[in-house]
């Protein structure tokens, strides 16, 4: 059976490749390899998402499902002041993803291999949460990232969401709907939907939050 980049540890051997891409106008270099989500360049809906995100000056941000550190990367790069953390539980995007945040320069960057939500420490939270999520994990995986994304923002915070209309947009909509209590279409292209949901602000935080 062949790899899915969910995969935590790829059986396939290693094919290292160097791709660029232009991403909210600047240039970016990427380190892929075999067994990664769109390993030969930036996906379609990685793009859409990157260029309608909204990354506030200062802002803790949380990529889910990093793969190769695209989306994670590049928050970080609009956000020298803010600090990105990068998740994914397969261990060649966690290397990879590494290497390219390396590569970069960038210091406000931090990633960690592990399932989801699993390697945070207890009721740490985000200004931010980005997320491309693996489809083909299925929809519990999918909206298990909504309902995980949701108890870590802070008040006012946001999460933000790439998807495909024809690979469950609608469900995925009205997902958020029930959790955020609201949702916004940031922007449409291709087939693709980047979704926007904002937790209320003004709630009180729970007890015993960590801010990082």
Known sequence: MSDHYYTDVPSSAPRPRMI????????????????MFSNRGVDFGTRLLIEAMDIPAGADVLDVGCGYGP?????AALAPDGFVTMIDRN???VELARRNAERLGLKNVRVLAGNLFE?????????????????RAGKDVVHGIFEGAFARLRPGG????????????????AKLESLFGGVEVADRDGGYRVLRAVKAAGLPENPGVKRQ
Do not use: H
């Not at 946001?158 to 909509?173: E, N, R, T, Y």
């Open 20 to 35: 660029e891409a232009v991403l909210r106008g600047r240039t970016f270099r990427f380190e892929t390899d075999a067994g």
């Open 71 to 75: 989306i994670g990367i590049v928050a």
């Open 91 to 93: 261990l060649r995007a």
């Open 119 to 135: 390697p945070l420490a207890p009721g740490e939270t985000f200004d931010v949460v980005l997320t491309n999520p693996p489809i």
């Open 158 to 173: 946001s999460l933000w969401v790439v998807i495909q209309k024809k690979q469950g947009a609608p469900s995925a909509q």
